[in-house]
């Protein structure tokens, strides 16, 4: 659970200001620097190296299968979330009557992928909702 003793311990840099960025320029909690370092450990030992990534790999599938309600068989990772997205994307095998929901607040690589497939239907913060129809198709 997160608590103010956790906040500090995984985010250690946050003690003394306010930071509100994310995603790429989120500040990872000290796990993560620490798995990194592990990675670069595994890749020293070569192609011995790749049974101790595995076994890490499938351990993450199992705890985010866990946390989402899926198998671990269920559950993929990507290199990135612009990666995501076009999968995504690509797995729905969107058709005409199809309507995606984006916004306009989010990242450009969350929303592309969807532009140019579909009809699309925009509704930004704060503005009148506007429908439009995408006129490029992929
Ligand atoms: C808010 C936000 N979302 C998404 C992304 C895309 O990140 P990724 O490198 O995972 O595709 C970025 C990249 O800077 C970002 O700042």
Known sequence: MLTESSRRHDFPSLDER???NT?????PPGRVIDALHQYGQDKLLGMDGR???TVQWQRAKSAL?????FSADEVTLCSCSSEAFN???????LAGDDEVIITD????AGVTPFLCVIPVCRQGFGNAAETG???SKI
Do not use: N, Q
């Open 105 to 108: 607040l989010d990242f450009p």
């Open 51 to 53: 049974d101790l990534h």
């Open 18 to 20: 306010t930071y509100l």
């Open 133 to 135: 129809r995408c006129t």
């Open 23 to 27: 995603a790429a320029e989120g500040i």
């Open 87 to 93: 999968l995504a994307r690509a797995a729905l095998r």
């Open 65 to 69: 299968g866990k946390l989402l309600g």
